[in-house]
């Protein structure tokens, strides 16, 4: 089996991300949707170009503000299709602004897409797919599995000796509170 932690340490795209991001709670409304937003981008594509191209795509979704992106409209879809410094795929560029256009009334429904995701924790990997394709789109079980690892909400971000996991059992990471064990139902 191969793991993040065995390529990404030193690495000048993933080794940053890996070793400050990855597996590490988050619960800024704005960061989770750009983690989102990130992993859409990555379906089909390797994870290095989502990172190199991550600081054009902040800049062009106005740093990934949610109502700023649900409020694109056919002007900033084109803008996007033009700029060569993002992924440019047009069914990833509509779920996105869909997705912000739903992050807005999960919002006042809920009160945060952070508190959305507490609500429903814990879920297996395949309740979390079925609740997430149920309300946002372009949510494949590999989109889903990656985001809810990347925010702690799932287990297999870091092997268990890598440094970083180290540093991950100091925090409150979500998945630990019920162990791994419940995941593998």
Not at 51 to 79: C, H, I, T
Request: with cysteine; hydrophobic share 40%; aromatic share 12%.
């Amino acid at each position: 089996m191969s793991w993040y932690c065995d390529v990404a340490p030193g690495h000048p795209f993933h080794g940053p991300y890996h070793d400050r991001e990855y597996g590490f709670p988050l619960t800024d409304e704005r960061g989770l949707f750009e983690r989102l937003c990130l992993e859409i981008f990555q379906a089909g594509l390797s994870w290095l170009i989502v990172l190199k191209k991550r600081p054009s795509m902040v800049a062009a979704f106005d740093g990934f503000e949610v109502d700023k992106v649900a409020a694109y409209g056919e002007a900033d879809l084109q803008r996007l299709l033009n700029d060569a410094g993002i992924i440019r795929n047009r069914r990833k560029l509509d779920a996105i602004i869909e997705n912000a256009r739903r992050l807005r009334a999960l919002r006042a429904r809920e009160g945060s897409f952070a508190a959305w995701i507490e609500r429903h924790h814990p879920l297996t990997k395949d309740g979390w797919v079925k609740l997430f394709k149920a309300n946002f789109v372009f949510m494949g079980g590999e989109v889903v599995n990656e985001f809810l690892m990347s925010i702690g909400y799932l287990p297999g971000s870091h092997r268990e000796d890598c440094p970083v996991c180290q540093c991950l059992n100091g925090l409150d990471v979500p998945w630990k509170k019920v162990g791994e064990a419940f995941y593998s139902k």
